[in-house]
């Protein structure tokens, strides 16, 4: 069975800097979704980021960038420039490609960012 | 395009009532996915629903159940309810298409308190 593993379970940051989250999965899948999503306070799931097994190249939207590595199951999340609407709950989360029926994701147990004026 | 919407957003039940929860998807979506997420569990995959029926299911009792309508709406049932089921109920749907574009859109929850 697939897990995620996500090993800071709170970080903070100063506004401005960056920062990188930690998620690693298991899996024996060749191919398979990465996702993170963000849960601000008002507990709306927000989608980050995804990423394609795949794809060599890794993610990128705006200020937030994947560091994919297959070979270790690590998929990290790096915030530049850090505001402070970013201070929320990051979940990581996978998910097989196989179609079918087992398309459900599995999540990580979250990193809550603070990011300090 | 509008989000996924929830209904209600909270909720207050005493032990042993029966609860239901409305997942409206975004327009086109045709899967809805519900997760439960507690802070001693984290999220937890409730079922998912295709073409009205249900494509799969997470590892919850017989107490949880669902269906989804030919409109792609679905709802979410509790009965007998416990203390242990109170939660955010989050609704998620996507495409059912394949590829990336299956990535899931989540709406607001409902928080359920059960006394």
């Known amino acids: 069975a697939q897990t995620v593993t996500q090993s800071q379970p709170e970080m903070s940051v100063q506004e401005a800097e960056t920062v990188t989250l930690s998620c690693t999965y298991d899996?024996?899948?060749?191919?398979?979704?990465l996702f993170w999503y963000k849960q601000p306070p008002s507990r709306q799931m927000i989608l980050v980021i995804r990423q394609e097994a795949y794809k060599q190249q890794n993610a990128t939207e705006n200020r937030f960038s994947v560091n994919f590595q297959k070979a270790a199951k690590s998929f990290s999340l790096k915030i530049s420039d850090s505001q402070l609407g970013d201070a929320a709950m990051y979940f990581c989360a996978y998910r097989t490609s196989y179609a079918g029926n087992n398309r459900k994701l599995i999540w990580g147990l979250g990193t809550s960012l603070a990011v300090n004026p | 395009k509008a989000g996924v919407t929830q209904t209600p957003r909270y909720l207050i039940k005493t032990r042993g009532q029966q609860v239901t929860l409305s997942c409206s998807p975004i327009s086109g979506h045709r899967s809805v996915s519900w997760y439960q997420q507690t802070p001693g569990q984290g999220l937890q995959f409730l079922f998912e629903y295709f073409s009205e029926t249900q494509r799969n299911k997470g590892n919850f009792p017989g107490r949880f159940s669902g269906r989804q309508f030919s409109n792609s709406r679905s709802e979410m049932n509790v009965s007998t309810l416990e203390l242990g089921d109170s939660a955010l109920y989050l609704c998620?749907?996507?495409?059912?298409?394949?590829?990336?574009?299956?990535?899931?859109?989540f709406g607001p929850g409902t928080r359920l308190l059960v006394l």
């Open positions: 998620a749907s996507s495409p059912w298409s394949g590829g990336i574009q299956e990535t899931q859109y």
């Open positions: 899996t024996s899948e060749s191919d398979y979704y």
